[in-house]
């Protein structure tokens, strides 16, 4: 499968952004998906996961109540809407996938096979 995340840009604290990542190539249906992020220096961490049926997501404790993850299956697209964006949001994202099986995520990026090209996330103070 690929994919192809977009919806980055810059925006101020507190402002919102909605990243989508739409995929082709694949049963879109039939992976678990997930976004995670890397600042500059830093490693790549999970930031929300939603399971192959949408049933059951996940999210990191520094997003929990502000960030959603989302997905359309009839558009193969996974959303992440971010609301009360901070400073230290400052990322480029990255969307991933992986064939699963009933209602699991995960949150490790060695966990996903398949990833997109990235989009920047800038929050100025």
């Known amino acids: 499968v690929q994919l192809q995340a977009s919806g980055g840009g810059l925006v101020q604290a507190g402002g919102s952004l909605r990243l989508s990542c739409a995929a082709s190539?694949?049963?879109?249906?039939?992976?678990?998906l997930a976004w995670f992020r890397q600042a500059p220096g830093k490693e790549r961490e999970f930031v929300a996961a939603?399971?192959?049926?949408?049933?059951?997501?996940a999210y990191a404790d520094s997003v929990k109540g502000r960030f959603t993850i989302s997905r359309d299956n009839a558009k193969n697209t996974v959303y992440l809407q971010m609301n009360n964006l901070k400073p230290e949001t400052t990322a480029v994202y990255y969307c991933?996938?992986?064939?699963?099986?009933?209602?699991?995520?995960?949150?490790?990026?060695?966990?996903?096979?398949?990833w997109g090209q990235g989009t920047q996330v800038t929050v100025s103070s």
């Open positions: 190539g694949g049963t879109f249906s039939g992976y678990t």
């Open positions: 991933a996938a992986r064939l699963s099986s009933g209602n699991r995520y995960y949150t490790t990026p060695s966990q996903y096979a398949y």
């Open positions: 939603i399971s192959r049926p949408g049933g059951t997501t």
